[in-house]
């Protein structure tokens, strides 16, 4: 490809002037030993690093950063690093969701305030990745995406055990009476061996398997192990594709168009992803301005099959997927299957996302299935609407068990997560396996950060005889490491004034995932009457500042979960100077 003319670039707003405001932003710049030339004319590529000691599967980002840099530099280009609010899924509470849209708030200002003619997204961890997007997309400047990749297979007595996966398998054991607290504990430090993301086709790698099907990655980017030498590889090569991009001018708005959205929701089906991606990207395609809704999940993805048989709902990990080929073989499987409906769309290297896989091998057909061998005949999530939840809630059907999909049953009402702790261990609690478990006050205002608590646990005497799955029904999310029969995203949420709020006890639920149906079997009538008589539980105790924000200006899950004044793109239009 021959190299596209030099253009004026953003930065040199910045550094390009021989007058008092250019002397300012260079001679500052200066104290970190950056001699005259790195100013005359190089594309400044800004690093956006979520590395952070408390979010441990970013932990090792400073190392791929100096990958990207080497790259960037080598194509002629001056890297900036800079850190962004890092959302750590496994130690932030009240829940990481909380402050994903503050990281994208970071994100954004950040990009638009600095000299930066591109940026480099470092991201791994659950909600670092939608973040990072959302921000960058409310700038549209050339942005490419480098995942911080999994970790590698985790070991347990001489098995291998998943991220998140396993913990809630050994904890239904616990709570069974099958294994001690004792084995349960030693699994901790196996789990969890190298640097890296859960190693399971959880939130991150599902967002990991996102931002590739939508073109916004290098091929690859997806699964290669943290640890594996190819990372770093990918990451150098990434650092030197973004200084193309600039002269390029290969905005991220002409990657993220709504035939990549219609790629990424039929390989979230056939990767057996997160419906955590359904709120995601929505949240990022609102920041583009590309129209999705929550129904496209059907339209759109209804038919694909899983065939990645990856934890939580198949067998192997994300060490194993990227040995047998990545996501590059599922694509090319898909492509022969006429299942990936836009061939042409663009991505980051600039050719089309089928011209990067229509060669790419598949290595082992256990772990990504053939076409009339898959894990779910059809693995898109499942869109629910009725009179439970008129603005939608979703399932995942790869992660559920078939005989519940269709199910109707009596309520067992939680009004909120700790009345649900205090009431499901009660032995006395009226309940069988046939009950609908019902949660509230778990949505994005009611928690608030619509947290990861819609897969509750079965009450621990139905496990002890041997239950393992019951339908559930919230406005909560789940982890994507998580499986059973699980409603979630209701909306709107109860804490909303949603018609879940006004469920109750001995209520009968009729669920119909094929049909996409979940309906309260009550009258109209009745439900008007109650919801007349709701007293509005009093919203949570918000701890004041950001997360008052937050319960005053977040959207519906069926919206993404952004705050309404941050959808949109907003450009990147240089700013006044500061001084
Ligand atoms: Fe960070 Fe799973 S907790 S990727
Ligand atoms: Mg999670």
Not at 17 to 45: C, L, T, V
Not at 305 to 324: C, H, I, K, N, W
Not at 547 to 570: H, N
Request: hydrophobic share 40%.
């Amino acid at each position: 490809m021959s190299t596209p003319p030099k253009r004026v670039l953003r930065s040199a707003a910045w550094f390009g002037a021989a007058d008092k405001n250019g002397f300012m932003y260079r001679s500052w710049m200066k104290n970190q030993g950056i001699p005259d030339h790195e100013f005359q004319g190089k594309p400044i590529i800004g690093i956006c690093n979520t590395w952070s000691e408390l979010t441990p599967c970013n932990a090792h980002f400073r190392k791929i950063a100096e990958h990207v840099k080497r790259g960037i530099s080598e194509a002629g280009g001056f890297p900036v690093e800079f850190p962004v609010f890092s959302n750590g899924e496994s130690n932030l509470r009240p829940t990481a969701m909380l402050t994903r849209n503050l990281a994208s708030m970071d994100v954004e200002e950040s990009i638009r305030g600095n000299p930066m003619d591109a940026v480099v997204l470092l991201v791994g961890c659950d909600k670092t990745t939608p973040a990072l997007l959302m921000g960058a997309a409310s700038c549209d400047i050339p942005t490419i995406v480098v995942t911080g990749g999994p970790m590698l297979n985790g070991k347990h007595e001489g098995r291998d055990i998943g991220s998140g996966t396993v913990v809630w398998q050994l904890h239904e054991a616990v709570k069974a009476g099958k294994i001690s607290l004792n084995e349960f504990m030693s699994a901790e430090a196996g789990m969890s061996r190298s640097a890296g993301t859960c190693n399971t086709m959880g939130t991150a790698s599902t967002m990991a398997c996102m931002a590739e099907a939508l073109g916004t990655s290098l091929p690859h980017n997806a699964a290669i192990p943290a640890v594996d030498a190819r990372r770093y590889v990918l990451a150098h090569m990434s650092g030197m594709r973004i200084v193309d991009m600039v002269w390029e001018d290969l905005k991220l708005s002409k990657i993220l168009t709504r035939e990549a959205f219609e790629n990424a929701i039929r390989v979230n089906a056939a990767v057996g992803g997160s419906t955590n991606a359904a709120i995601h990207l929505k949240a990022i395609a609102a920041r583009i301005g590309v129209p999705l809704e929550l129904d496209d999940w059907t339209t759109v993805g209804k038919g694909t099959p899983t065939l990645v048989d990856l934890q939580p709902s198949g067998r192997f990990l994300m060490e194993d997927f990227y040995y047998a080929g990545g996501l590059p073989a599922v694509l090319r499987r898909m492509g022969e299957g006429g299942l990936l409906p836009h061939k042409d769309a663009l991505t980051v290297n600039g050719k089309s996302i089928w011209e990067n896989v229509l060669d790419a091998p598949i290595h082992n057909p256990e772990v990504i299935r053939p076409l009339d061998k898959p894990l779910v005949a059809d693995g898109s999530i499942c869109v629910l609407r009725g009179n439970l939840a008129p603005r939608g809630a979703v399932l995942k059907p790869s992660a559920a068990t078939p005989a519940l999909m269709k199910h109707r049953g009596k309520a067992v009402v939680f009004e909120d997560i700790d009345h649900y702790k205090a009431r499901i261990g009660d032995p006395d609690l009226e309940i069988d396996a046939d009950s609908v478990m019902v949660l509230k006050n778990c949505g994005p205002k009611g928690y608030p950060g619509m947290a990861e608590v819609g897969n509750m646990g079965l009450p621990p005497k139905l496990l002890a005889q041997g239950i393992t799955d019951m339908v559930r029904i919230s406005d909560a999310r789940m982890s994507g490491t998580a499986y059973g029969t699980v409603v979630l995203h209701v909306a709107p949420e109860a804490a909303a004034g949603g018609p879940l709020a006004i469920v109750r006890d001995g209520d009968w639920i009729a669920l119909d995932s094929y049909a996409g149906k979940l309906d309260l079997e009550i009258s109209e009538a009745e439900i008007a009457q109650r919801q007349a008589e709701l007293q509005a539980k009093p919203a949570a105790p918000a701890k004041g500042g950001y997360q008052q924000l937050y319960i005053d200006r977040v959207l519906q899950a069926d919206e993404g979960c952004d705050f309404d004044f941050l959808v949109g793109c907003r450009g990147a239009e240089v700013p006044r100077h500061s001084h």
